[in-house]
């Protein structure tokens, strides 16, 4: 599967953004997807996953209740909508697909073997 992230861009403190994650040359419906960023000068860090049920859904703690994620399989495509930013959201931000079970999740970026080439989210404060 490949996987192209979408929607990043410049946005001013409290303000929204919604990335896009399209998957190609399979279906999104077999994996589990996950979103995860990578602040200036720092290491990759996990922000939000959805099981390939949706019906399952991890954020991180500095994320929870401001992003939500979602997925349309009929369309291919994962979402994170991100409300409320803070400058400290400042990052790359990357889609990331596994393979697993209706159930499965993850918050680790050692499970997952295919990435997307990352979208630039600044916010400015």
């Known amino acids: 599967v490949q996987l192209q992230a979408s929607g990043g861009g410049l946005v001013q403190a409290g303000g929204s953004l919604r990335l896009s994650c399209a998957a190609s040359g399979r279906a999104s419906s077999n994996y589990a997807m996950g979103w995860f960023r990578q602040p200036p000068g720092k290491e990759r860090e996990f922000v939000a996953a959805i099981s390939k049920s949706a019906g399952i859904t991890n954020y991180s703690n500095s994320v929870k209740g401001r992003f939500t994620i979602s997925r349309d399989d009929a369309e291919n495509t994962i979402y994170l909508q991100m409300n409320g930013l803070k400058s400290e959201d400042t990052a790359v931000y990357y889609c990331?697909?596994?393979?697993?079970?209706?159930?499965?999740?993850?918050?680790?970026?050692?499970?997952?073997?295919?990435w997307g080439q990352g979208t630039l989210v600044t916010v400015s404060s």
């Open positions: 990331a697909a596994v393979p697993g079970s209706w159930v499965y999740i993850s918050s680790a970026l050692r499970n997952y073997p295919y």
